[in-house]
């Protein structure tokens, strides 16, 4: 059974940096377009970055995290990470780690970032990121 797990969240202060890493069992993360998403409290789950196939060179931002976040891959230790700086209090939310395949109806080997969120078909549960004011 494929199984994501998302880790490194916790409590920073504004202004401060943390680093998300997703890792997975029985999936070959360099097989798969990898998504980071966000979901805050009352509010709409949100794509904020992608990196597609290895080795395409896709890679989309939010706008809402262009230039503060990092999306990346390390296909030797299977692992996607997310490093993020300069916090602000608007990225408090739970963080899921997403991978979408050519399993998936409507992901082909042409397929770039970003990708919509049904068409990811394995999702993590998440790791809380709260930012203090």
């Known amino acids: 059974q494929v199984k994501v797990v998302e880790s490194g969240g916790g409590l920073v202060q504004t202004g401060g940096s943390l680093r998300l890493d997703c890792s997975a069992s029985?999936?070959?993360?360099?097989?798969?377009?990898m998504g980071w998403f966000r979901q805050a409290p009352g509010k709409e789950r949100e794509g904020i970055a992608c990196?597609?196939?290895?080795?395409?060179?896709?890679?989309y931002y939010h706008e809402s995290v262009q230039g503060r976040f990092t999306i990346s891959r390390d296909n030797k230790n299977n692992t996607l990470y997310l490093q993020m700086v300069n916090l602000k209090p608007e990225d408090t939310a739970m963080y899921y780690c997403?991978?979408?395949?050519?399993?998936?109806?409507?992901?082909?080997?042409?397929?770039?970032?970003?990708?919509?969120?049904?068409?990811?078909?394995?999702w993590g549960r998440g790791t809380q990121v709260t930012v203090s004011s």
């Open positions: 029985r999936l070959s993360l360099d097989d798969y377009i």
């Open positions: 990196i597609g196939w290895s080795g395409s060179g896709s890679i």
């Open positions: 997403a991978a979408a395949g050519d399993d998936q109806v409507g992901v082909e080997k042409d397929t770039g970032c970003p990708v919509t969120d049904r068409r990811y078909g394995y």
